[in-house]
């Protein structure tokens, strides 16, 4: 008997806030984090806003020492440190208990401005800082900060899936889990805005230049955010033996590739309604149980149109509520699986549902599904979906604890 | 854990298939991005027949020559196994470097030419799944599909991530990648990252592993991963622990190169030679290669008839595998 898969800890950074009671906040109370990028160079880009993180300082470290970390890593440490204590695995000193935690990671561009920081001092021939930037860009070098500050080593697992990664990691995690690993497996993604990607966008003219608008017939783009999250999934005895609350259950996970194109969907959506079917199919439940919907909801014409048919045909006539929290922290790649994961188990715990902001004329076929403000359910089961270049899609279900 | 190693596929600067791993290859001496130091290194033919066919299919017309090296290892070893079932194929890559030719070529373009400039065509090749999402495509194949980066040894984190799925029944199948494409500035960071305190050749181009639940022959039977180590010296500590996973009889195939070879295996451990004839960096290729190699040992040779294959990365953690023939 496989044994359920229980969420013990959350803890997550994003543009409304730096940890997860301030995201929460500013989502029920209908907040977009919208803003003029300052962090990067996006001058010449037809759109130079976005949802931009505060970094906060880290105890311990000066201005100078903090400035050699990546973006990314200044964005996960936090995160993973909300996490792990709220799971319990933090001793006194702030060191994690284990001497080992598997990690299930997601990012698209890892601690990218430190790449092209030594690109641009390849070019300009400055060899002083290349050491740093090489040592601070690669993803195994934010997990080993992380392993480094929180005193701990095991086996990491960087998925780049594209911005699907975030559900494939916490995906992945249950798959760990449920294949015979013992101990908690930390899953999540971080993102940090970057020059490469913003303007990566910026170029398929596919940033809204002005409000993201997901699941509106007049949508014209997605913002670009960033932000980090973490999960600390563990086997439910593990959890009751070390008197760790639990916080939900993950029940399942679908994923599956979409062929047809590198970076549009199908437009009837049918790779993933798979992998939405296949979620509901592993957690043995019909989608009438499910209470609330995280939708990927970028704000792109082609993804919400084909994103929306599957919603209809899955969820159509029934009780479930969605939303797209894009509109109010942006997207943000390959952290935004593992944001929207937390926001899905937060809806479970509380019954409150992050409302459809920036809502004025809404798509058809799923009008009457979208969550406005101040709603309130008692959800047993609840789900994210997200899909990403490549043709990646991931699908999650979430029980109520 | 013990599942068959039914095939292989090899991509590598001596040509196409798992023999070329043991020809002699052509060294160049490539000239570094900044233009003050010249390294050697040894270099797919781009223009091979076999990686150009690839460029036929409508979708790959643009795609990065990674691309091409995982989608002709794949084909190699999806073709040496004709009973799979692609449906039920999953696919993991690993990848050290990634995208690096069109990353560079992107941000050189929009950083001299100006971001209104900059190439949406070329932007969605820079992406990490870019390449696997074109090999899933192209061969139809319908398991599970993560690209993974990190360390060079996060060939192992793909050997781990294909147990998964066979365990769970995921995958009946599951195809493991490693692969990486050079570029000139890679000599810059390999520099600055001081890989080059040793003499080491740089390479690229791709291995395949296709595994199976079940299968005749030779079997990957543990993978140890996750031994962390944050600075050179405390590398010989992580080895160790990662080694104490596997019967102390067991060989061990030497497959260090560069500053790894620093790492010291500890006296009392059978050490079989790595029969590679070109000893290099290739970082995830490079590791897939001699997991190849092992695979080949194994099949041809009366003894031994085990080893550990040590993935000692260059850059944060030590892994390794267990191949043994029934």
């Known amino acids: 008997m496989i044994s359920r898969v229980a969420v013990t800890g959350l803890g997550c950074v994003t543009a409304l806030g730096g940890d997860v009671s301030a995201t929460w906040e500013g989502l029920l109370a209908g907040r977009t984090a919208r803003g ?36 990314a890593s200044r964005l996960a440490l936090p995160a993973v440190r909300e996490a792990l204590a709220g799971a319990g695995l933090l001793d006194a000193e702030g060191r994690c208990v284990l001497d080992r935690l598997e990690m299930v990671v997601s990012t698209t561009a890892c601690g990218m401005e430190k790449g092209e920081g030594f690109l641009k001092s390849v ?37 780049a899936n594209a911005c699907a990664g975030g559900g494939n990691a916490i995906g992945h995690a249950l798959d760990l889990l449920r294949a015979g690993e013992v101990g908690p497996v930390l899953a999540g993604g971080y993102e940090a805005l970057c020059e490469l990607v913003f303007t990566g966008f910026d170029s398929m003219q596919s940033l809204a230049p002005e409000a993201c608008r997901p699941f509106d017939v007049n949508r014209n783009g997605l913002m670009l955010g960033e932000g980090a999250a973490f999960l600390v999934l563990e086997r439910e005895e593990s959890a009751r033996s070390r008197g760790a609350r639990v916080l939900g259950y993950v029940a399942g996970y679908g994923s599956t590739t979409d062929t047809g194109h590198l970076t549009q969907p199908a437009q009837d959506g049918g790779p993933l309604e798979q992998a939405v079917r296949t979620a ?31 919603l209809a045909r899955v969820f159509g006539g029934g009780p479930t509520r969605i939303s797209s929290t ?76 | 854990m013990s599942w068959s190693v039914l095939s292989y596929g090899v991509v590598s600067p001596g040509g196409m298939g798992v023999d070329a791993l043991s020809r002699p290859w052509l060294p160049t001496a490539t000239q570094s991005a900044d233009g003050t130091r010249r390294h050697t290194t040894f270099l797919v033919d781009r223009e091979a027949p076999d990686l150009k066919r690839s460029q036929r299919e409508p979708r790959l017309r643009r795609a990065s020559p990674l691309s091409s090296y995982l989608l002709e290892a794949a084909r190699q070893a999806l073709e040496a196994a004709p009973g799979v079932d692609r449906k039920k194929t999953g696919v993991v890559a690993s990848l050290f470097l990634g995208c690096l030719v069109y990353s560079i070529r992107f941000y050189r373009q929009l950083t001299e030419d100006g971001r209104r400039f900059a190439s949406p065509l070329l932007f969605p090749e820079t992406v990490f799944n870019s390449p696997l999402s074109h090999v899933v495509t192209t061969l ?11 360390d060079t040894s996060s060939w192992a984190t793909a050997l781990r991530t294909a147990d998964c799925w066979l365990t769970n029944g995921s995958a009946e199948h599951v195809l493991v990648l490693g692969a990486e494409e050079f570029e000139p500035h890679a000599l810059d960071a390999f520099h600055a990252a001081g890989f080059f305190r040793k003499p080491t050749a740089v390479s690229e181009g791709a291995g395949a592993l296709l595994l199976s639940r079940e299968g005749p022959g030779v079997a990957l039977m543990g993978v140890a991963d996750g031994y962390a180590f944050h600075s050179r010296n405390a590398a010989n500590g992580a080895a160790t622990r990662c080694l104490r996973n596997f019967s102390e009889e067991i060989p061990i195939l030497d497959t260090a190169v560069g500053w790894t070879r620093t790492i010291k295996i500890p006296p009392d451990r059978p050490v079989v030679e790595n029969l590679v004839a070109n000893p290099c960096l290739a970082g995830t290729a490079a590791f897939a290669w001699d997991t190849i190699l092992a695979a080949e040992i194994l099949k041809n040779s009366a003894t031994p008839k085990s080893l550990v294959i040590p993935y000692w990365g260059h850059t944060h953690q030590c892994a390794a595998a267990h191949l043994a023939r029934p």
Not at chain 1, 41 to 63: I, K, M, N, S
Not at chain 1, 127 to 152: D, L, N, S, T
Not at chain 1, 356 to 362: M, R, V, W
């Open chain 2, 140 to 150: 139809g194949l319908g398991g599970p599909v993560y690209s993974q980066v990190g």
């Open chain 1, 280 to 310: 509901l199919e592993q957690a043995g439940l019909s989608p009438s149980r499910v209470g609330y919907l995280n939708a990927h909801g970028t704000g792109t014409p082609l993804n919400d149109g084909a994103e929306a048919a599957v």
């Open chain 1, 36 to 71: 003029p990028i300052t962090a990067i160079p996006v001058g010449g880009c037809r759109v130079t806003e976005g949802a931009q993180a505060d970094l906060t300082d880290w105890p311990g470290y000066t201005q100078r020492e903090l400035g050699r970390f990546s973006r």
């Open chain 1, 123 to 159: 070019w300009a021939g400055d060899f002083r800082e290349q050491p740093a930037r090489v040592a601070r860009y690669q993803a195994q070098q934010q997990i080993a900060e992380i392993q480094r500050h929180f005193g701990f080593d095991g086996p990491a697992t960087m998925i």
């Open chain 1, 326 to 401: 894009k509109a109010a922290l942006g997207h943000t790649l390959g952290a935004a699986g593992a944001i929207e994961a937390i926001l899905t188990l937060q809806a479970l715990q509380t019954g409150c549902l992050p409302p459809q902001i920036h809502l004025q004329t809404p798509e058809p076929v799923i009008a009457d599904m979208l969550a406005g403000m101040d709603e309130q359910v008692s959800i047993e089961a609840a789900m994210s979906v997200n899909l990403g270049f490549g043709g990646s899609n991931a699908a999650l279900l979430f029980l109520r604890a």
